[in-house]
């Protein structure tokens, strides 16, 4: 299994980022889909998530700003990020909880990271 993600760059403050995913390979289930980002001597840390069922959960920092969705494109997520701020600059994971058969249990997968910068 592999996740693809894309969708970064350099934007300035109040400005919009769209950010994708896309896993590949042998996938029987995705329990989770979500992003996770890392800021310059900070943890890593979970911005957004969705389940299989449609339940998002968002950081506190993102809340009415960011907006996670899933495409009737198979295993896509993304991650619409408006009205951004300097302290949103990190690098971006995406992250999937995937089951490759129904043999095996749940597994965690990530992305390869997308920069984003925020410019004031």
């Known amino acids: 299994v592999q996740l693809q993600a894309s969708g970064g760059g350099l934007v300035q403050a109040g400005g919009s980022l769209r950010l994708s995913c896309a896993a590949s390979g042998t996938i029987f289930s995705i329990n989770t889909m979500g992003w996770y980002r890392q800021a310059p001597g900070k943890p890593r840390e979970l911005v957004a998530s969705?389940?299989?069922?449609?339940?998002?959960n968002y950081a506190d920092s993102v809340k009415g700003r960011f907006s996670m969705s899933r495409d009737n494109v198979p295993n896509t997520w993304y991650l619409q990020m408006n009205s951004l701020k300097p302290e949103d600059t990190a690098v971006y994971y995406c992250?999937?909880?995937?089951?490759?058969?129904?043999?095996?249990?749940?597994?965690?997968?990530w992305g390869q990271g997308t920069r984003v910068t925020v410019s004031s």
């Open positions: 992250h999937a909880r995937i089951r490759e058969t129904v043999h095996f249990a749940p597994a965690d997968y």
């Open positions: 969705i389940t299989w069922d449609g339940d998002t």
